[in-house]
């Protein structure tokens, strides 16, 4: 699908800062009065759709008129500080320039406390706005958003020709310390009628680890029960490489890469569709975990992993064997 372009509007897209309010969703309050660092990044998410609105082009307005669906496409979010439910957070987004099809933006999120104003998450994010594919009329593209409209989102990720009768997780965790699992991509993971949106791959990525630690028989709820510990995480990244659709079969990989002392570990999540005898990704991620300890129903602070967690995250026997 090609582009049909209008006359650009007074004001460039890519001009100016925007400042909005945000607030995290009661959802993400899962721990105490925590919050998730999926909702941090929704949070990243609704500053970037204000800043698209502040601009004279809000998501429905785009898709509606001129076929265009929003889409977030990669975001890398380091958190500096933990928001709280009942946190007003002050968003700064501010444009980067425009590269790959995809316009950058920086976003700071900026929080009360003690009467000091705190950067509490620095992110970038990529946004392009995916032509829809469907006949319905539209009214032409406007020229200055060119740039960022594309008939497909991503790049193209690494494709595995899989040997006949053999089981995809297996295939893609083999030799790995990792865990693996395929799961149905419903309607209310996608949007535009069609695609999985990019919270639907931070679903995807804060399942991953719960996964993990269950799987070799240290599951979040244990840890809670016995150590009082939740898991915290400083930095998250995503980029989609390709589309998924809805309905299709989405094979995520989390792979331990690197454990840094007894503080913290970094781990990376690929996911792929089957099609046909072909593993294709689209999307990849990484993943920082710190282990807390809850020490009231307002604060938290980090502990050095015991031996017990050390030999999870590390793919090791408590003795130290593999």
Known sequence: MTATLSAPPATPLAAGDTVVDVRPRYEGSNICT??????????????????????????????ERYGLCVDLVDIDSRILHAFHIDDLATAVVSPRGIEGGQLKLRVELFVERDGKRLKATRSTVGVSLRLDPRGWDAEPVPAELAPIAVDRLGTGGVQIA?????????????????????????????????????????????????RFMEDRGRSIKLMLDEQNWIPVVPQNQITILDE???????????????????????ARMDTYVKRGDTLIQTATGKITHGW?????????????????????????HADGSK
């Open 162 to 210: 899989l040997p006949a009768g053999a089981d995809p997780i297996q295939t893609l965790i083999a030799g790995q310390n990792a865990t693996g699992w395929s799961s149905r991509m419903r309607y209310f993971y996608c949007h535009f009628t069609e695609r999985l949106q990019m919270s639907g791959y931070l679903r995807q990525m804060e399942e991953v680890l719960d």
């Open 292 to 316: 807390a300890v809850i020490e009231n129903r307002r604060d938290w602070s980090l502990v050095d992993f015991d031996d017990a967690l050390l030999a999870v995250v590390s793919g090791t």
């Open 34 to 63: 925590w919050i998730g660092f999926k909702h941090v990044n929704y949070m990243v998410e609704d500053a970037v759709l204000s800043y698209f609105r502040e601009h004279g082009y809000a998501a429905g307005t785009l898709y």
């Open 244 to 266: 998924c659709k809805m309905e299709e079969d989405l094979y995520t990989v989390f792979v331990v890469e690197d454990v840094y002392k007894r503080l913290t570990f970094t």
